[in-house]
Structure formats: structure tokens, C-alpha cells
């Protein structure tokens, strides 16, 4: 039966009573194309651009762009999701926000490896994705758009010309992401998780991600270089961390 290993025993999810293994996932984003993880019409008041991107305070009194680490996230569930329909088919696979499924998955005790991996209303996440920050200092471009019809795909009257933000391709960002209680070293098909997360992150070495918006005029691409991958487990009361390849 397709996906019959895509789902997991709760007791393998609510496992948060003792940490035993966090792999921490370390590198650099490059965006190698404008990229635009933007904040609505008019929420910034006094900006240039009538479609901002988001920034966030430094020291200094500078502001500088910045990628929330839960934006991070739902695009890296969103890749998951895919790479899981593909695998164990589209069925497998539901909405993020579809809170009756995941009651559903936990009255069946039979938790998808999505909620296992990202969490869902029912069952705590194990991954935390940090805010990325730029590591030099990136430009900002401002572009003239248009409004388009979502619904005709022409111009839509009375919507622009409006002026959106892009941070300009080539700048790095900081990347972190802490997995616990996950052994994404296991080759094993028990877990279906394991899998998921070295294709998640060998998609991420690769380019294959898209963030923020305009994603369909080719937006947002983003890459995932200098990966390091260090595990982290107590072992005889001690802390032992390893770098390992994944
Ligand atoms: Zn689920």
C-alpha cells in the first residue's frame, strides 16, 4: 500500500521528554534572485516603496532586510509536502492548516511524517528555523509593477503603477536550523522522516527552492552553500557534538 510507511505512531512524535539527539544544520542562503520577502501595502509607514520589504532593527539604529525564520520554514514544509507526494502520493499529503486532519491523524494515532517533522495543532514541532540575516550588505532594488488580475491575468485597472522592493541577487544569509529527536543519519525506512530531511536539504544545496514573492516570474530562488551538519547528543552525562555528512 502506498504510504503505508508515511505515517508514524504518536509515541514516536510527542518525544519531547528527553532530547536525545539535535542535529544542527549550519550554512549560507544565496539568493540568486531578487528576492522579496515582503510586508503588505502601507504597514511601513514613510518607506520609498509602496511595497516594502521586511527589515528588522540591528544595533546601530540600522535596519537591514531580513528573512523570518518562520517564513523560512513554511517553504521548507512546502518542499516537503511536495517531495512526500511524489514518494508516497498525493493523497499522503494534506494542507498545513488543516486542523480536522490532524486530529484525525492523532485519534488514528497515525501522524503524517509532514506534522512529524514540521508539527502540527496536535503534535509539537521538531525543527526551528532561525531568522537569516545578511551577511554583507545587500542592495535594495526597486521595481515598478503592475497590478494583474488574479482572476483574468490582465492589467487590473485602478491597481498601479506601484513600486515593489527586492533585495538584488548574490547576497548570503545567515542559516541555522536545529532538528531534534530525529536521526537523519538513518537509513532505515521505519522512519519515514530521515529521508525527508536529507532530500530537503540536498534540494536546498541545489537551488531548488523559491521564497517570498513573484515566484512565478522566476523570484526568490535561493541556494543553500557551505553546509555544515553537527550532532549533538549526550552521552555518560556528556555533551558530545560531531560534524557529519549528510
Ligand atoms: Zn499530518
Not at 33 to 55: F, H, K, N, T, Y
Not at 190 to 218: A, H, N, T, W
Request: aromatic fraction near 6%; charge should be neutral; hydrophobic fraction near 40%.
Amino acid at each position: 500500500m502506498r504510504g503505508a510507511n508515511f505515517h508514524l505512531r504518536r509515541d514516536r512524535v510527542a518525544d519531547f521528554d528527553s532530547l536525545r539527539v539535535v542535529y544542527e544544520v549550519e550554512g549560507r542562503l544565496v539568493n540568486e534572485a531578487p528576492l522579496r520577502v515582503g510586508v503588505g501595502r502601507g504597514e511601513e509607514p514613510g518607506s520609498p516603496s509602496d511595497l516594502p520589504i521586511m527589515r528588522i532593527s540591528r544595533s546601530g539604529g540600522r535596519d537591514v532586510p531580513y528573512i523570518p525564520g518562520s517564513s523560512l520554514k513554511g517553504v521548507l514544509r512546502s518542499h516537503v509536502e511536495r517531495l512526500a507526494a511524489a514518494i508516497y502520493g498525493p493523497d499522503a499529503v494534506h494542507p498545513p492548516f488543516d486542523t480536522n486532519k490532524a486530529e484525525e491523524e492523532f485519534e488514528k494515532d497515525m501522524i503524517c511524517a509532514v506534522c512529524g517533522i514540521f508539527g502540527s495543532i496536535k503534535v509539537a514541532s521538531h525543527l526551528v528555523v532561525r531568522d537569516s540575516l545578511p551577511l554583507n550588505s545587500p542592495t535594495i532594488m526597486l521595481k515598478p509593477g503592475i497590478g494583474i488580475n488574479r482572476d483574468f491575468g490582465g492589467v487590473q485597472p485602478g491597481i498601479g503603477p506601484f513600486s515593489e522592493e527586492y533585495v538584488s541577487p548574490g547576497v548570503e544569509w545567515s542559516f541555522n536550523m536545529k532538528i531534534m529527536n530525529i536521526p537523519i543519519e538513518d537509513e532505515g525506512a521505519e522512519d519515514p522522516r530521515p529521508r525527508l530531511l536529507r532530500l530537503l536539504i540536498s534540494s536546498m544545496g541545489r537551488g531548488e527552492l523559491q521564497l517570498g514573492g513573484r515566484k512565478s516570474v522566476g523570484a526568490g530562488v535561493i541556494s543553500l552553500k557551505y553546509l555544515k551538519v553537527w550532532k549533538k547528543m549526550v552521552a555518560d552525562g556528556e555533551l558530545r557534538v560531531v560534524e557529519v555528512k549528510i
